[in-house]
């Protein structure tokens, strides 16, 4: 079964994708397997740590997590930094209005947008970093160990005598 906090980072991006804000191909999920510098635009989706806030229940175990997306939209040319803001105020709409993320957070807040520029003297190069944080709930179910296998009584039949009258052994079938 996927990691809720996978299906969070795979829903974003399957938002970002549908809504057409970069090219097909060029929303990433991992740093493993980077964009192309030279690519014009792309944007990466990365989930750096996931805390827990408190439990809502020991049993089952239930926890309410606090999850750090960032969202890093990366373009190049000479409008870079004008190109990157638009790709990170397209993102605040499109993630802010959907707070639960179709059922799978109770929240997203966007706590911060840093933008980086990189270039000598001219812009050839930015970067904007849009940091959310999404508060969801894990559950982790009890494992019941059911090692149940045999019982025995002893039948005090008559009046209490404290005398055993009979006795039996009960077998589960396993």
Same mark, same amino acid.
């Given at each position: 079964?996927?990691? !809720?906090?996978?299906?969070?980072?795979?829903?974003?991006?399957?938002?970002?994708?549908?809504? +057409? !804000?970069?090219? *097909? +191909?060029?929303?990433?999920?991992?740093?493993?397997?980077?964009?192309?510098?030279?690519?014009?635009?792309?944007?990466?989706?990365?989930?750096?740590? &996931? *805390?827990?806030?408190? /439990?809502?229940?020991?049993?089952?175990?239930?926890?309410?997590?606090?999850?750090? =997306?960032?969202? =890093?939209?990366?373009? /190049?040319?000479? #409008?870079?930094? &004008?190109?990157? /803001? *638009?790709?990170?105020?397209?993102?605040?709409?499109?993630? !802010?209005?959907?707070?639960?993320?179709? +059922?799978?957070?109770?929240?997203?807040? !966007?706590?911060? #947008?840093?933008?980086?520029?990189?270039?000598? +003297?001219? @812009? *050839?190069?930015?970067?904007? @970093?849009?940091?959310?944080?999404?508060?969801?709930?894990?559950?982790?179910?009890?494992?019941?160990? &059911?090692?149940?296998?045999?019982?025995?009584?002893?039948?005090?039949?008559? #009046?209490?005598?404290?005398?055993?009258?009979? %006795?039996? %052994?009960? @077998?589960?079938? %396993?």
């Amino acid at each position: 079964m996927t990691h !809720l906090r996978t299906q969070i980072r795979q829903y974003i991006a399957a938002a970002i994708e549908a809504a +057409g !804000l970069v090219p *097909t +191909g060029q929303v990433y999920q991992s740093r493993v397997h980077a964009h192309d510098s030279d690519i014009a635009q792309a944007i990466e989706i990365r989930t750096p740590v &996931d *805390t827990i806030a408190g /439990n809502v229940s020991d049993a089952p175990k239930i926890y309410r997590r606090l999850l750090a =997306v960032e969202i =890093v939209c990366f373009a /190049n040319g000479e #409008t870079a930094e &004008d190109n990157v /803001n *638009t790709l990170a105020d397209q993102i605040e709409a499109l993630l !802010l209005p959907d707070h639960s993320l179709s +059922g799978l957070a109770e929240d997203v807040d !966007l706590e911060s #947008t840093t933008i980086e520029l990189d270039g000598a +003297g001219l @812009t *050839t190069y930015a970067e904007a @970093t849009l940091g959310f944080v999404v508060r969801y709930i894990s559950e982790h179910p009890v494992v019941i160990s &059911d090692d149940f296998n045999s019982a025995y009584v002893d039948w005090d039949m008559a #009046t209490p005598d404290a005398q055993i009258d009979a %006795q039996d %052994q009960l @077998t589960l079938p %396993q």
